[in-house]
DNA sequence: CGTTCTACGTATACCGTTCTACGTCAAGAA
DNA sequence: TTCTTGACGTAGAACGGTATACGTAGAACG
């Protein structure tokens, strides 16, 4: 009988020996390498399409590639990062990489046991989505695997690929257009850092934005800036107890979009009118902010280009590239009724 | 010096020298196999966490398991999955098992893609989030590898595992209520099935409960089903047709929330108040509908416990349970202002 | 006291690939 | 002819674990 693997897997020798080559030329075969004739290359390939032949990528990654990607994600939640897989799928498409995803549930442990258990899966790169760890233990995961950050700006010196939007102007962006609607009571309502505030960090580039703004516009004693967690009880707390306090601000800007639904969604609730009572403005520009239910302005940022971008990234440094390069998308603000100006 | 692997890993070699012991013994701490007693143990744990050796998966993955779980997922917007995945993650975390997501786009090809990738990197087992293929695809690949399905209807003979809530329980609920409410042209807002219409999709099966109830309820000649894709341009073009057509609906039940949200959007669009001349419901109970934007009625099927018990069965199956088992959960209408009674 | 368990460790084949080193053959150069 | 050279293939050692078979020592038993 033929050499089969367990589950009666078709193994590399089975096609070697249909095809009636040895096994290492069916390898080279696999993997394009030098020193293969055409007639011998056909001869393989039609053996291994007879067969129905996979290769076992985990044999495979004890001395060469998997050809796997590793994605690690925040959230299941929130829909940006969606946008960036979009992105990252049209770049790979072609290829033939698999990913896979990682949830860390914005935790940072999970970030590391994650980033771990990819490396101990041999993969041949990835790609971590706006983590909260800092840089140090980032360098020390990159200099173990080909690595791409998006959404965590560089800080020099580098071992790593960056992907972004310029956040700080993002926010820039948001604060102006606020001012000269005629808002003046401006919050920023930014994500948990657990007192990190990682220079790295998105919301800590688009508080500084927002102070930058504030303080340019004459707001600087109205700057002020609150935390919320990413549980929906949560948030909807902080904000009515916002709303509910006796100097009720006239704009919240949030530092991502979801957080802005619930915003309008407690405005609603205590019969707050929107943009009357309280303009509202998101980041990362997803498609519910899109909805007539929201209109809510935003930052669009393109995660498509972002995750298009990153994956671009990533294959060149699998491939060899060790300067770090860091790619930086131009916000746009998108205005809609959430913010329309003050009459 | 000590033996070791590429990128300077540790390998198993370096710790069993370290702790004056064989490879064999390190092995089997490492799997918690019998035959070794609590000192070695203790001498070989301290060893492994003085080197921080970690196990290469795809080594073990050669003769033994990967402690990987893989999950298919049709998509990232949809945020149902995330619910399912918070269930399964409270199910694993006290686990050894890590968990990988794949995401189909709700494409066919890519299903079968995904799963031969998983297969192909050793998983210990797979869940498979609401597919698309027909069943005997699903058999093929439950005889290669240990596999629950989520979101998938049995239709006898199985041997592989399912969880799922009862849909046309759920779709009758809705109809039921909306007939109570007072309205009559209510239509069925599905998932486009490029007619394949298969029994174990989730929207026939709600599809059937919604011709069952509109019977029941002597509005057979008002049935009327309407499919769409995920882009949110043809829901919404879809959705505009329906709602300026002659005979208007007086409500649609959605096939899944975030549609709904797509439905509510065009109906603020065209000035038609809801519930008043309009009533909308969907399915999942997904955070946004509790949105007071939104108000959104919909079927709650508790994604987590469905997640949970998905996990749970997939857990016992890699221990070898082979006789298929189907998990359903009831579904409970959860009334929002979206479609609340006529006047 | 010899025999038989039982508990604990070790030696080693094996998993399915990749990759290095080497052999062979034909064509061209000297 | 003889020697290079390059193109093509092959053999076999890795890779880092797991699992099986076996050895050994001490305890229990008759």
């Not at 009357?276 to 940022?301: E, K």
Request: charged fraction near 20%; include cysteine; charge should be neutral.
């Amino acid at each position: 009988m033929a050499p089969r693997g367990k589950n009666g897997r078709v193994t590399i020798k089975e096609v070697a020996g249909d095809a009636g080559v040895s096994v290492a030329a069916v390898s080279k075969v696999l993997r394009d390498a030098y020193g293969v004739s055409d007639q011998l290359r056909a001869r393989v390939r039609a053996s291994m399409a007879k067969l129905g032949y996979r290769p076992l990528a985990a044999a495979r990654g004890m001395r060469g590639q998997t050809y796997t990607l590793g994605f690690m994600i925040p959230d299941l939640h929130n829909p940006f990062f969606a946008d960036i897989m979009a992105g990252v799928n049209t770049a790979l498409e072609r290829t033939q990489y698999q990913t896979l995803l990682g949830v860390s549930d914005s935790a940072e442990p999970n970030e590391k046991a994650l980033i771990e258990a990819m490396i101990d899966r041999q993969m041949d790169g990835i790609m971590v989505i706006g983590p909260r760890m800092p840089i140090d233990e980032v360098r020390d995961f990159a200099a173990r695997i080909p690595t791409v950050l998006v959404a965590y700006h560089p800080g020099g010196g580098e071992n790593f690929d960056t992907v972004n939007n310029d956040d700080q102007r993002g926010a820039e962006l948001v604060v102006q257009h606020l001012i000269a609607g005629g808002y003046r009571q401006i919050v920023y309502l930014s994500q948990q850092t657990h007192g990190a505030n990682l220079a790295a960090m998105v919301t800590t580039r688009r508080e500084a934005g927002y102070r930058a703004a504030m303080q340019a516009g004459g707001l600087a004693r109205n700057i002020r800036v609150v935390e919320a967690t990413q549980t929906s009880r949560e948030i909807q707390s902080v904000v009515r107890h916002l709303l509910e306090s006796r100097n009720r601000p006239d704009a919240i800007f949030c530092w991502t979009d979801f957080i802005g639904l619930e915003v309008l969604s407690v405005a609603h609730d205590l019969n707050l009118s929107v943009p009357g009572d309280l303009a509202v403005v998101g980041y990362d520009n997803t498609w519910h902010c899109d909805l007539a239910q929201n209109a809510l302005t935003s930052i669009d940022q393109s995660g498509q280009v972002l995750g298009l971008q990153a994956a671009r990234l990533l294959i060149e440094r699998i491939g060899g590239r060790e300067q770090p390069e860091h790619f930086v998308v131009t916000p746009r603000l998108v205005a809609r009724a959430s913010s329309a100006p003050r009459a």
